[in-house]
């Protein structure tokens, strides 16, 4: 696989992997010997960009992804994330204090295994924390070699400036996909322009662009997608048109309507580098297999056409959540 560079120089595989799913957010976790064998097939596969955060689980990620990658943490680029306020298991929001992040940052190199973290995230903005201040927090840990890279996620164009300009940002993580276009309007001219990469979470419309999952499909109780409006029984139904047109395009290519997904992200930018996240071993080999995937100028137009012409039915979070993103 073909490497890629974010800000500050940070290099990584064109496609990362996105451990989230192995322990949160999308059903049951899955057991540890099934999650480590998922993350070290990645690596032989060429993948060295793992992104995990403690909120994921919360903490039995991080834990599960430094036990995998401990035989390979030299060769691998690992990125994880501060925000939450964490009680008795659940997010209960928000909290970027100073002196907050660098206790997670601390107990995280702990479960990770590691003395650095590559990449540190601020998950999510606190409006009730100067930017300055959680910027500077970092810029402290980066100084003490405990962080090597600072990125920012979700957060909108103003603060991300104020933040780069107290300590470079090496990468904005935001969602970003054929069915989440948003991005292109301020955001990705924004960190254009500042030397900032760009790593979209979601990929696949949280599994929707893999066109295995209709109105018929159901979630476990767990599953995240239960609550997300786009994923209502009548929206899946109305967004199904994208997905079968986006199949039909993708038999035409020899190839899947994941594959084709990733593949048009990947054409978008050179500094743009997925996440995509899987349990399954198959998924995984699928996955990767977008970076062998190349549009031409005329497909990647066929393509633009076809999701312009679309419209997405439900938002992509509930108000809750929405709330926290773009500011």
């Known amino acids: 696989m073909e490497t890629r560079r974010l800000g500050g120089g940070l290099e990584v595989s064109e496609l990362g992997f996105g451990c989230m799913g192995l322990s949160f957010a999308f059903g049951p976790a899955v057991d540890r010997d099934t999650g480590i064998a998922v993350i070290r097939a990645a690596f032989d596969r060429g993948v060295t960009f793992f992104d995990t955060a403690e909120a994921y689980g919360p903490f039995a ?3 599960l992804l430094g036990a995998a990658l401990a035989p390979v943490r030299d060769r691998v680029v690992i990125a994880t994330k501060f925000g939450f306020r964490l009680e008795n298991g659940r997010q209960a929001g928000l909290n970027s204090r100073p002196e907050h992040i660098k206790e997670v940052a601390h107990a995280s190199l702990k479960r990770l295994k590691t003395d650095r973290i590559d990449l540190l995230y601020q998950h999510r903005v606190d409006a009730d924390v100067p930017i300055e201040d959680v910027a500077g927090a970092v810029g402290d840990l980066i100084r003490e070699g405990k962080v090597k890279h600072f990125g920012m996620s979700e957060a909108g164009v103003q603060t991300l400036r104020r933040a780069h300009a107290v300590q470079p940002v090496a990468a904005l993580q935001s969602e970003y996909s054929l069915w989440w276009r948003e ?3 301020e955001v ?3 960190v254009e322009e500042l030397g900032i990469g760009f790593v979209p979470f979601s990929p696949l419309g949280k599994g929707f662009l893999t066109g295995t999952i209709d109105e018929q499909t159901t979630f476990d109780a767990t599953d995240f997608r239960n609550i997300v409006p786009r994923f209502t029984a009548d929206n899946r139904r109305a967004n199904r048109t994208f997905v079968e047109w986006l199949t039909r395009f993708a038999v035409k290519k ?3 309507p994941a594959q084709i997904a990733l593949a048009w992200l990947l054409a978008q930018k050179p500094w743009i580098v997925p996440i995509p996240g899987t349990t399954k071993l198959h998924r995984l080999e699928e996955n990767i297999g977008a970076a062998d995937i190349e549009l031409t100028p005329d497909e990647l137009r066929e393509i633009d056409g076809a999701s312009d ?12 959540l929405a709330r926290l993103t773009g500011r």
């Open 254 to 256: 020899h190839a899947t």
């Open 188 to 190: 990705l001219p924004a």
């Open 183 to 185: 991005p292109e309007r």
């Open 309 to 320: 012409a679309i419209t997405v039915h439900g938002e992509r979070y509930p108000e809750h």
């Open 61 to 63: 990620n991080e834990e």
